[in-house]
């Protein structure tokens, strides 16, 4: 163990399991710390946590954590002051801690405590101190070094193995005269000096990948990731990408095409279904943004539409978040473009103001009034009535109720080409079309979430068992496998489970893309499923048409 102002630096080994990859949106599972100094174990911290937040089922599946393991558990928020006094005086480590760091950077923000400190990433010192691996991921590591490792994905037993392999970095920093924490902090920001060299990943490694649906995540010689992928055989298609024909070559991505040299790694996450393979790559897409990925979406950005009721002279507006009581909000959407276009669109046909805050008494009018693009409720000029009548008349605009807005522009923009002012009726061409693609995304929402459905079909892994999809508001909250004769009280456990519990009927950013691929795939697979629907105010009275859908798929 290194000596000197180093060996008597306190470090605390952190790991996090969340809901998912957004330090603002998603929420923590678990928590795992261990405080040592100088090879010694001063202190430890383990625990369970209530996310406040529905588990997607992608996660359940990849750390086995679900609903019933963490109800009941204490908040993060409530730990916050034992971690505080478990990281003072000491220096935060974690694998890739700019992840781990971030989740608890929010965490302390959010319940109004201030944190701040040194961090030491050991996956970025390990590609600083250990050159030359084909993976930095943690069990590739632990496995180069012989060092045990139990579980992934549970943060003790990922703490354990980081504490193992921060003690052979110090150990192999002192071995280089780096004997002091900010020797240490300046080597992890140096860049990485080793050459680039063409990747590998060998047959063997190949081999042991499943041969069932899953997620595969193709990575540098440094362990980025350079491609995310789904297959239903995952070990063929990771073949295919990796040992091409010139013909599957061809066909090949460009984008990944011109990278596969450097491919050195492959991990693969088996998921039960292609349907939750095609769920869990899209947000590992979102997570990692990998560049041979041909869509490169970031959820964080899409707009949702919003107004506020409470105001007395309520405007639209875009915005990035979500706003809160006493607001009405439509979306999320996925062009920002578009959706600022439809507000001032609509704010403009109807009057509505688009000067920000409360109207106060004196406020003098701006030039939107003499342009007759507002109805100048901040000098009088309109009476809160008629103000609430256009207000209402937006609400019906956007729910796709009232079409009288857009049947009066398409008029203007017919006149302004027989007037021969193309440009001005091109323009309003543009407006008007992006009003339409925001009612019809706001249509389909409205569509997904009123879904609230089990579909049922044979398991075609287990002859003996059924396979079910459960979807509530158009979220895919669980997939199971029951036995053909299970019985009722088995079937209302179930619907109990999944349909009592409160669940939020507004859609966050990050579950668009979700919905939208569930909707795209059970359109694919119509016909393959007996569809079960459930009511959410009596869910186990859905039981006997379950049951009676069971037998009927065993038939079909």
Known sequence: MPRAALAETAFVVVDLETTGGSAQYDRVLEVAAIRVRNGVVLDRFEQLVEPGIPIPPIVTRITGINAALVRGRPRFESFLP????????????????????????????????????????????????????????????????????????????????????????????????????????????????????????????????????????????????????????????????????????????????????????????????????????????????????????????????????????????????????????????????????????????????????????????????????????????????????????????????????LERAAQRRDELGEELRFEDAAELRDRIRDVEQVISVQQRVTEFTGRNVVLVAADDRQPDRMRLLLIRRGRLVDEVSLPMRATPSHLRHVLRRVYAAAWSPHVSKDELDDLSILDAWLRRHRGEFVEVAVSLEQPEAAAPALRAALGHAVTA
């Open 82 to 405: 034992d971690l505080r006094r478990l990281f003072e005086g000491a220096v935060v480590v974690a694998h890739n801690a700019s992840f781990d760091c971030n989740f608890l950077s929010n965490a302390f923000s959010r319940a109004g405590m201030a944190w701040e400190g040194d961090r030491v990433c050991t996956l970025r010192l390990a590609r600083r101190l250990m050159p030359g691996l084909y993976s930095y991921r943690l069990d590739s590591l632990c496995a180069f070094l012989g060092f045990s490792f139990v579980q992934r994905h549970r943060a003790g037993p990922d703490a354990e193995a980081t504490l193992s392999l921060l003690l052979h970095l110090l150990e192999t920093a002192f071995s280089r005269g780096i004997d002091s924490l900010s020797s240490l902090l300046r080597v992890q920001h140096q860049p990485v000096t080793v050459k680039r060299r063409k990747g590998r990943v060998d047959e063997a490694q190949v081999a042991s990948l499943p041969t069932t649906p899953g997620v595969y995540l193709l990575k540098d010689l440094h362990g980025q990731v350079v491609y995310v992928g789904k297959s239903v055989n995952v070990r063929q298609r990771v073949r295919t990408h990796l040992r091409p024909s010139g013909t599957a070559r061809g066909r090949a991505q460009p984008r990944l095409r011109r990278r596969l040299p450097q491919i050195a790694d492959v991990e693969a996450i088996e998921t039960k279904s292609e349907l939750e393979a095609l769920l869990l790559e899209s947000k590992l897409v979102k997570r990692y943004l990998p560049a041979a990925n041909s869509l490169l979406r970031d959820y964080h950005d899409y707009p949702f539409i919003k107004l506020d009721l409470s105001d007395p002279h309520p405007r639209l507006e875009a915005i990035r978040e979500r706003p809160g009581d006493g607001a009405v909000y439509f979306g999320p959407f996925r062009r920002p473009g578009v959706v600022s276009s439809a507000v001032v669109f609509l704010n403009e046909q109807l009057g509505l103001r688009q000067c920000g805050g409360r109207l106060k008494p004196g406020q003098p009018a701006c030039a939107l009034l003499e342009m007759k693009k507002c109805l100048g409720p901040c000098v009088g000029a309109v009476s809160d009535a008629q103000y609430g009548a256009a207000v209402d008349q937006a609400l019906g605009v956007l729910r796709g109720e009232d079409t009288g807005v």
